[in-house]
């Protein structure tokens, strides 16, 4: 994992830091596997992770399947920062694609699930797009 500091705001004192799913790679060396907001003492106010092909290791199509996000207050009672995040400190977003990479379901942290619908030959153009709510 390579670690950069990719910038500070001098007037709020936050740093930015991004990390890379497969650094080594050259066809997924842009792939972002987390970021995180520090306030200037350096304690950690913000994280993303970022998983893609399924949470693969060594991702080979580089769709991103899963997004969790850092929630300090999650079902109201207070919690801890950790790294990585675990279901009991973050909510999830998660995607499904197609043989084209063309996302097909969305899943979202309420579980309302939105299922979308390509047309073509080369799955290009959205036919239908349906929002599953209440499930």
């Not at 936050?14 to 350096?42: C, D, V, W």
Request: aromatic share 12%; charged share 20%; hydrophobic share 25%.
């Amino acid at each position: 994992m390579v670690r950069r500091r990719i910038g500070a705001n001098w007037r709020t004192g936050l740093r930015f830091r991004r990390f890379y799913a497969n650094p080594s790679s050259p066809k997924f060396h842009n792939l972002i596997k987390s970021t995180e907001i520090q306030n200037g003492s350096g304690t950690v106010r913000a994280r993303t992770e970022f998983y893609y092909d399924n949470g693969d290791d060594t991702p080979d199509k580089g769709n991103l399947t899963e997004t969790r996000v850092w929630d300090s207050y999650k079902g109201g009672t207070a919690r801890a920062y950790s790294n990585p995040l675990t279901s009991t400190n973050s909510i999830s977003t998660f995607n499904t694609f197609d043989t084209y990479g063309n996302i097909l379901t969305t899943t979202d942290a309420n579980n309302v699930v939105t299922t979308i619908t390509y047309g073509c030959i080369d799955g290009n153009e959205i036919v239908s797009k349906v929002v599953e709510m209440g499930r």
